[in-house]
């Protein structure tokens, strides 16, 4: 009787999943919803989906478009290691001219201070971090890009660091913002000391000349799980170049160099698959898809018999929802906190869809922890295809803000049996 009742129950099963199947217009019809034919509504969430992962193009960093800059690396289980590097410029204290140590200035230590704004990560692990004098000029002028690079040379600090980037500093008993001190070599100090009656700190642009900034990077790769990105605010008070130091009429001063909005800055990003789940992409994503941020990884998607839709006439789209599950998430790595769904034109560039346009309630892209879900209404886009009127290249899932956050999102495939990947589809023919 067992037996026979599992056999039952086995057979049942199959059929509900081949009359479910049959919904898939590639085959023999559609759900309709509701059954009366005088309302004539259809719905279909079936339709085939062919998914890929592919690595990101290159993103703006600089100060035209991040407000943050990033610093770090982490070595992601699913993802491998990510890291970036920071470069940027500094201003003359108070961003005024002929700056002046005073008479018979004595250098008592140079610190570079970099001020929080977030992390993602592990944010207590340490890393050996790296500060360098840049030799290259840098431009305001310029666009800097995730894999643009300025020529370094003479090392100003190495050393392991945890970044915490949740705790305060007490600095003389006083609690401060929460930031990144960084002792740096006196060697460079001293240099601005004995160099001051040079000339170089007649104003900001001969400044630059002299110091045309520095680059933070970090060298070690932490172990599987460990290490985190910082983000920093270089436009914040605790940001900042300093110069602590007494000359003949006092014993405790301290010379601030400064990022403005007048300092070219910005990030460098780097990525290493090799010890990736999933290996080098490109990838399939037809059971589990990625998104992450920092110039890494985009999720594309086809929907090959979107067409079928329209075999017996023209409809009218009153939805298409595009919906992502998400998995794979720690309290270190957590999902993107909104995405971006685009089409993909003929060159193979993402570009912006007519839902985007609409309110956000429209058109969605939040993550939704109430069900680990991030879902998109595309009707317009999906309407334009049907229509003819947009030739269908396929569509792009972004995080957001891949410039200034180091996130990352893994996602359920099509093809897997729950909380599986799909468009839900929902329309009206047209007489």
């Known amino acids: 009787m067992r037996s026979s009742a599992a056999q039952l129950l086995f057979f049942g099963s199959v059929f509900s999943f081949m009359l479910y199947a049959c919904t898939d217009p590639t085959d023999v019809g559609l759900n309709v919803q509701p059954a009366s034919d005088s309302i004539n509504v259809l719905v279909t969430d079936t339709l085939t989906l062919d998914v890929e992962v592919i690595e990101e193009d290159s993103l703006r960093t600089d100060e035209g478009v991040a407000s943050l800059n990033l610093i770090g690396r982490y070595n992601d289980p699913v993802f491998g290691v990510a890291s ?13 001219n002929n700056f002046s140590f005073g008479d018979s200035p004595v250098l008592d230590s140079v610190v570079l201070t970099l001020q929080y704004k977030g992390y993602y990560g592990d944010s207590v692990s340490s890393q050996m971090f790296e500060v360098h004098r840049l030799d290259e000029d840098l431009s305001i002028d310029s666009n800097y890009f995730s894999n643009s690079t300025a020529m370094a040379g003479q090392q100003l600090f190495s050393g392991m660091v945890e970044i915490r980037p949740k705790d305060s500093v007490d600095l003389g008993g006083v609690n401060r913002t929460p930031h990144l001190r ?49 983000y920093i605010d270089l436009l914040a008070s605790l940001s900042k170049f300093t110069v602590y130091y007494s000359n003949n009429t006092a014993d405790s001063l301290e010379a601030n160099f400064e ?14 698959y090799t010890q990736a789940s999933f290996g080098q992409p490109p990838v399939s994503g037809n059971n589990k898809a990625y998104i992450q941020s920092m110039s890494g990884l985009k999720t594309r998607i086809k929907i090959p018999h979107l067409k079928n839709i329209v075999a017996d ?19 270190d790595y957590t999902p993107h906190e909104a995405a971006l769904l685009l089409a993909v034109d003929s060159t193979g560039k993402d570009v912006i ?12 892209g939040n993550y939704n922890s109430s069900d680990n879900t991030i879902r ?13 009127d947009l030739e269908d290249y396929g569509l792009s899932l972004i995080g957001v803000s891949g410039s200034t956050n180091a996130s990352r999102t893994v996602l359920v495939g099509p093809d897997r049996m729950t909380d599986r990947m799909y468009l839900r589809l929902t329309y009206s023919k047209l007489n």
């Open 259 to 272: 990022v403005n909005g007048f300092c070219p800055r910005f990030s460098s990003f780097d990525h290493d």
């Open 182 to 230: 960084l002792l740096l070599d006196d060697a460079i100090g001293q240099e601005f000391i004995d160099d001051a009656n040079a000339g170089n700190f007649v104003d900001n642009e001969a400044f630059i000349q002299f110091f045309k900034g520095v680059r933070v990077s970090t060298s070690d790769v932490p172990g599987s799980g460990d290490g985190s990105i910082a």
């Open 313 to 331: 006439g023209p409809v009218s789209v009153n939805k298409a929802e595009m919906v992502f599950t998400t998995e794979d998430m720690t309290d």
């Open 84 to 96: 970036s590097i920071l470069y940027t410029q500094f201003r003359l204290p108070n961003n005024t």
């Open 353 to 364: 869809i007519l839902d985007l346009l609409e309110s956000a309630g429209y058109y969605g």
């Open 376 to 388: 998109f209404n595309i009707a317009r886009h999906i309407q334009r295809v049907l229509s003819n």
